[in-house]
């Protein structure tokens, strides 16, 4: 079990560096050099010069030739390709270009509220959609898993982004069942993240409850459910004892898998409704164009994705005996 | 009823290709034939809105602001008194188009990609499976706005990008990665079958083994894989257009739902229903006929359950 579990994580290193590489190519290739973009167009050169500096883009940009052949080993490698890549892995972000504060303390501060939001959201969609899904399965080929079905199909076809206007909209501002928008730490947290709870689980439920359908559905093919009927055992039993059971491993996945669903609605949420999470962190840096919160932000949730892998991995390997790895 | 009437013809033998008998099965089932008969008026409708047939003078008012929908003002009137009906058919120009290019240019990065992965095994293999890991461990939302931040405004090839060239090309750029997965699973399974072991002890070129032999078979899953992921591409175009990283100046689906988001807070429903409604109808068509597809294209799915 250890020595899976290092070898799996040998594998992740991999794809982390492959992550910097692309992070680097997007920041730093191809926009090229921002400072005369931040700096505005009136800007003397000396702004421009500090502004470079801060960033480091007076530095070289893949290696420093003349002190390479000067024999300075180190000062070589002081270029931008390996700052970006040594900065980035050790979380030693830049200052954000518009408040100026550290990167990381910044995202540290606002992940509790974004924590906040997701978990909830996150339990109660994965629990409601098991739950019908298990509906479903029980009613398959009935005129109530078609109705269903067809719900959930055009649940998922409608956008995101209509749920939350038409939600806000009635839910909050017309009927004032929920506060419109807002966020308080602590328990009154609850209070509003209800709404964007529930509209995150509404926007969600089609896509799953017909993708645990296809897995439920899948598993009453096997063998051992044939059997199970076969020997006389009623529905709901082999529905709960061994249907579930076994759909755990595709539950498992979907659960990682909808990490980046889980992203989006963060994000779209956190805006909607003003919580003051690492979605909003990320938009708002798309209006101001802050660049190092940006790079900041992709290369973390994609280090959260990595490990969020590697869990479920493990996971795997706990759960059924017969996986590992070559 | 009809399910059994086409399995006894194929017992009776009468030989069919895949793709006609594919087509057979789709029409046989009216709701899908519904969901064709939506697609094609949408298809109908971009390609009149390029002809200029349609909704040509979108931008000129018609009328006072705010109207609600009526007999006279159709689906409504925006804020600025123009119709929201003619918004929403020339949505459909710019949905289609986002989707159509950004297939295109995700199909044309993924098979080749997939196909070479699949079929040369070895340290090409692992290369590439590299990338597709690394792109795909970088949440989609957030690579395809970081794509779409950097791009904006840049030039390709002296070719300025801006507006809906942004979007498609950054949705076809950050979505190969399924399909690539998808077509190296299926070749590396084709690879060592007879009929590519014998177009191999015939001399046929690699290249030609791929293109003309692998890459047919594998063929329909191309089209099972795009029929459902043009509606992520759909959705994905008004996130876009939504955030201001996308079209800008045209009435695309996401413009509209920006637009009324201030429109709402007057009690103005019609321009994101309208919007909502066009989004859900052709995403709800799409859905099914991608269903049916896979159903009808994948012979293993085939035995139905009980």
Not at chain 1, 196 to 204: D, V, Y
Not at chain 1, 221 to 226: P, Q
Not at chain 2, 104 to 124: D, E, H, R, T, V
Not at chain 2, 132 to 152: G, K, R
């Amino acid at each position: 079990m250890v020595s899976y579990i290092i070898r799996r994580l040998l594998y992740a290193i991999p794809t982390i560096l492959g992550v910097l590489l692309i992070t680097f190519i997007l920041f730093n290739l191809i926009p090229g050099d921002p400072s005369y973009d931040i700096a505005g167009k009136s800007a003397s050169a000396e702004t421009i010069a500090e502004i470079r500096r801060e960033l480091g883009f007076d530095k070289p940009r893949f290696l420093d030739t003349e002190a390479l052949s000067q024999g300075r080993i180190a000062a070589a490698f002081d270029s931008q390709f390996f700052n970006h890549f040594r900065n980035t892995l050790t979380l030693n972000f830049p200052r954000s270009l518009t408040s100026h504060e550290p990167i990381w303390d910044e995202i540290k501060s606002r992940a509790p509220a974004s924590l906040t939001l997701a978990a909830p959201m996150f339990i109660g969609l994965i629990a409601t959609s098991i739950a019908i899904a298990l509906v479903v399965a029980f009613a398959r080929g009935s005129w109530v898993d078609t109705i269903l079905v067809f719900i959930c199909v055009v649940g998922m076809s409608i956008p995101m982004l209509s749920y939350i206007l038409f939600g806000q909209h009635y839910l909050a501002y017309e009927l004032g069942w929920f506060p419109i928008l807002g966020y308080e730490s602590g328990m009154q947290a609850f209070k509003y993240i209800a709404l964007p709870c529930l509209l995150g689980i509404a926007s969600g439920l089609g896509s799953y409850v017909r993708f645990y359908r296809t897995v439920m559905l899948d598993e009453m093919r096997s063998d051992y459910v044939r059997t199970a009927f076969a020997k006389g055992l009623s529905s709901p039993r082999v529905l709960f004892k061994h249907v579930l059971k076994n759909a755990m491993i595709p539950i498992i996945t979907t659960l990682v898998l909808s990490i980046p669903f889980l992203f989006l609605g963060s994000l779209l949420l956190e805006r909607f409704f003003s919580i003051p999470g690492m979605g909003s962190y990320f938009l708002d840096a798309f209006n101001s164009r802050d660049f190092p919160v940006i790079n900041a932000m992709v290369f973390t949730t994609s280090l959260l994705y990595v490990l969020g892998q590697l869990v479920t991995d493990i996971c795997y390997a706990l759960v059924d005996p017969r996986i590992s790895l070559r | 009823m009809t399910e059994a009437a086409l399995t006894s013809d194929i017992a009776v033998g009468k030989g069919r290709s895949l793709w006609a008998d594919a087509w057979r099965r789709l029409l046989s089932r009216k709701l899908v034939v519904a969901s064709l008969i939506v697609i094609a008026v949408f298809v109908m409708v971009a390609l009149g809105v390029y002809a200029g047939l349609i909704a040509r003078d979108w931008s000129e008012p018609v009328g006072p602001r705010y109207q609600r929908p009526s007999l006279e003002h159709g689906f409504g009137t925006d804020f600025l008194g123009r119709s929201v009906w003619r918004k929403t058919l020339y949505g459909a120009k710019i949905s289609l188009t986002v989707a159509f290019l950004a297939s295109l240019i995700s199909i044309c990065i993924g098979l080749p990609l997939g196909a070479i992965a699949g079929y040369f095994k070895g340290w090409i293999d692992e290369l590439i499976v590299w990338l597709f890991t690394t792109v795909n461990s970088i949440p989609y939302i957030i690579l395809i706005l970081a794509f779409a931040f950097v791009l904006q405004g840049k030039t390709l090839f002296g070719y300025p990008l801006r507006g809906i060239s942004v979007v498609y090309l950054v949705i076809g750029l950050t979505s190969w990665v399924g399909l690539c997965r998808l077509i190296r699973g299926e070749v590396l399974k084709h690879r060592d079958r007879d009929y590519v072991m014998a177009a191999r002890a015939y001399g046929c070129s690699r290249s030609r083994i791929i293109l003309g032999h692998v890459i047919p078979n594998v063929a329909h899953l191309v089209i099972i894989n795009f029929s459902l992921r043009f509606v992520s591409f759909i959705h994905a175009e008004v996130i876009l257009s939504f955030l201001g990283l996308g079209v800008k100046g045209e009435p695309s689906w996401g413009v509209m739902i920006d637009d009324a988001r201030q429109e709402l807070y007057r009690g103005c429903w019609w321009q994101l229903a309208a919007a909502t409604l066009a989004i859900g109808l052709l995403c709800l068509a799409l859905n099914i006929v991608g269903d049916a597809l896979r159903d009808a294209l994948d012979p293993k799915l085939r035995q139905g359950l009980e």
